[in-house]
């Protein structure tokens, strides 16, 4: 790193001046000139040294997200001024919401604040009029977050609920474009889409399957629990009618910080999930739907100084850093003989995790191994009669982490 990036990494870094700073690197006349490529371990080591997450290999953001220094310094210091009542700090939701509208590629308006995709998704699924008969189509490895939603209004109205088996590991784009296809039918509404999904980390073809979707009437409702953050994102080009996400993952938000796409075409159309002040009120937008009674503002003071964190580093390169990461993963893995790859081989529709299976050896074991030995956390993929081990690799892990994670998965197969 040259020696003008670690100064100015220092000055973006210490915490008290670390928010104004990061701010005002919104103004493109001030913002900072691109920090070194994806592959620049002093700026990572500095980027890692924000973090809280150091005992040991942290290999689960796919589940949480280890949140900042300045994101936890952020919330802490509005959670304490708001106690103190008289010296309470400003949040301005009206700010976050452009921010974050810019980060994903959405017009403000369109964004509500949810606490997360379980939120979401049920928020989309019991707010549209669907009818008995009317089916809605997912893969068998859906998160229950996006699938007992469904489950809930199937039950409840006499819906279908329809799953087919994805490919695994999935090929390419095409593989997964015509699974989704061939299942459609003349009774389906609802496309039900997790944009990568958790069990393979695959990457699903949002952009053609809506397309596809809408010249046919069929509504698309996408389970994006995992990119923003770690995909560069642009999710009204996407072309889906929703999109449910959690923030508190891979952007590194506080937990509990959520958003719910909801396309123009829908924004005055969707029943909200919780009615209160303005529910009815059209003119209000994504914010009716953000009308639910009292909540911890400070949350969202967080959720803002995460993406004022990831803009300082820049999606492209967290994404190629993350993404990196688990290509490296995933070479180091394939040579170990006795695993199985069930994520994809091909780069394109890998993303930042990597599941695999390891013969002889159940998930669960993996798991406590891995666990003794580094300890490493990982996510043990259990539903559906699955069994796979899944990493997550984000800018706070290193080549160092990856290439020891393979030499204990190798040592633990041949055990
Ligand atoms: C694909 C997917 N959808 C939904 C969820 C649920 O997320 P949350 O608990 O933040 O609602 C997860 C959580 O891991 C997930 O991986």
Known sequence: MRRRDLVRMAALFPAAAWLPRVAASRDPARSMPLPPPSDDEAYWAEVRRQFLVMDGIFMNTGTYGACPKPVLDALDAHE????????????????????????????????????????????????????AGDEILLTTQEHVGGRCCWELVAARHGLV?????????????????????????????????????????????????????????????????????????????????????????????????????IS??????????????????????????????????????????????????????????????????????RTVPQVRMVSPSNPDIRSA????????????????RLWAMGPVRTRHVGEDNLDYTRLSTHIYNTPDEVDRVVGMVGEIAKS
């Open 353 to 368: 995790m990597v599941s695999f299976e390891v013969e002889g050896k159940t998930g669960t074991e993996m798991q406590q």
């Open 80 to 131: 304490h001024a708001f106690e103190t009542v008289f010296h309470q700090l400003p949040f301005d939701a009206h700010a976050l919401r452009g921010q974050l509208a810019a980060l994903v590629g959405a017009p403000p308006e369109t964004l509500a604040f949810t606490r997360n995709t379980t939120e979401g998704m049920n928020a989309v699924a019991r707010g549209l009029d669907l009818q």
């Open 264 to 333: 123009p075409g829908w924004i005055d159309r969707l029943w909200p999930l919780i009615a209160s002040g303005g529910w009815d009120d059209l003119s209000l937008k994504a914010d009716r739907f953000d009308h639910v009674g009292t909540r911890n503002d400070s949350l969202l003071v967080g959720f803002q100084a995460a993406v004022a964190f990831h803009d300082a580093i820049g999606t492209e390169r967290i994404e190629g850093r993350s993404r990196g990461l688990a290509t490296r993963l995933d070479a180091g893995l």
């Open 161 to 261: 609920l329809t799953q087919f088996a994805p490919p695994v590991p999935a090929a390419d784009e095409d593989a997964l474009f015509d699974a989704w296809t061939s299942h459609v039918g003349p009774k389906t509404k609802v496309l039900s889409i997790q944009h990568v999904f958790f069990s393979t980390g695959a990457i699903q073809p949002v952009r053609r399957l809506a397309a596809w979707a809408r010249e046919r009437g069929v509504i698309t409702v996408v389970d994006g629990a995992h990119p923003p953050g770690m995909l560069a994102l642009d999710i009204q080009d996407l072309g889906c009618d929703f999109y449910a996400s959690s923030p508190h993952k891979w952007l590194l938000a506080p937990k509990g910080c959520g958003f719910l796409y």
